[in-house]
T-cell receptor
Framework: EPEVTQTPSHQVTQMGQEVILRCVPISNHLYFYWYRQILGQKVEFLVSFYNNEISEKSEIFDDQFSVERPDGSNFTLKIRSTKLEDSAMYFC????????????FGPGTRLTVT | QKEVEQNSGPLSVPEGAIASLNCTYSDRVSQSFFWYRQYSGKSPELIMSIYSNGDKEDGRFTAQLNKASQYVSLLIRDSQPSDSATYLCAVNTYTGGFKTIFGAGTRLFVKA
């Protein structure tokens, strides 16, 4: 069964450094998403991406964040100048369509900023 | 601010019983509703989607949607200890583009 994959599973970085989180969405899916879940809190939408453009983003997704589809399979989230409060699980998801279709989540990357 | 509200629980049911999980949402024009299961330290796993008023059944799971009351529920029949997890209600909302808003989740504990 096709699945979303994410690397790395755990990333430790120092405050102020840049990190890139990687995702490989399900191959026939066209819409890609990033979510964040701070420990003990709810899953929060960050951004959706379609046709090489951001289609929607949340208030969290400020200039510190960027997304890219550098090739036909990978979808990345870059976090510049990381802060302690960026420590969280970051989930990538993909779907065939955006409005009605189900999103399938990857296993997540645990980001720890020290 | 568009919200999805769930009772945080924990909801404790004996093995074999029916577990009933509830969710309300604030965006009246939402059209797509989802239930995810999340085990501790894992990612959300899609269980059910529902788009029309009424019931939708899939195995031991039944999702119920009432758009007039802005209410979604999930029933789990013949609950098993392996069903013990946090159940997340998610709603697609449109604010110029689509985004999915998650509730905080209800912790379910099924006692053997």
């Amino acid at each position: 069964e096709p699945e979303v994959t994410q690397t790395p599973s755990h990333q430790v970085t120092q405050m102020g450094q840049e990190v890139i989180l990687r995702c490989v969405p399900i191959s026939n899916h066209l819409y890609f998403y990033w979510y964040r879940q701070i420990l003990g809190q709810k899953v929060e939408f960050l951004v959706s991406f379609y046709n090489n453009e951001i289609s929607e983003k949340s208030e969290i997704f400020d200039d510190q964040f960027s997304v890219e589809r550098p090739d036909g399979s990978n979808f990345t989230l870059k976090i510049r100048s990381t802060k302690l409060e960026d420590s969280a699980m970051y989930f990538c998801a993909s779907s065939e369509r955006q409005d009605l279709y189900e999103q399938y989540f990857g296993p997540g990357t645990r980001l720890t900023v020290t | 601010q568009k919200e999805v509200e769930q009772n945080s629980g924990p909801l404790s049911v004996p093995e074999g019983a029916i577990a009933s999980l509830n969710c309300t949402y604030s965006d009246r024009v939402s059209q797509s509703f989802f239930w995810y299961r999340q085990y501790s330290g894992k990612s959300p796993e899609l269980i059910m989607s529902i788009y029309s008023n009424g019931d939708k059944e899939d195995g031991r799971f039944t999702a119920q949607l009432n758009k007039a009351s802005q209410y979604v529920s999930l029933l789990i029949r013949d609950s098993q200890p392996s069903d013990s997890a946090t159940y997340l209600c998610a709603v697609n909302t449109y604010t110029g583009g689509f985004k999915t808003i998650f509730g905080a989740g209800t912790r379910l504990f099924v006692k053997a």
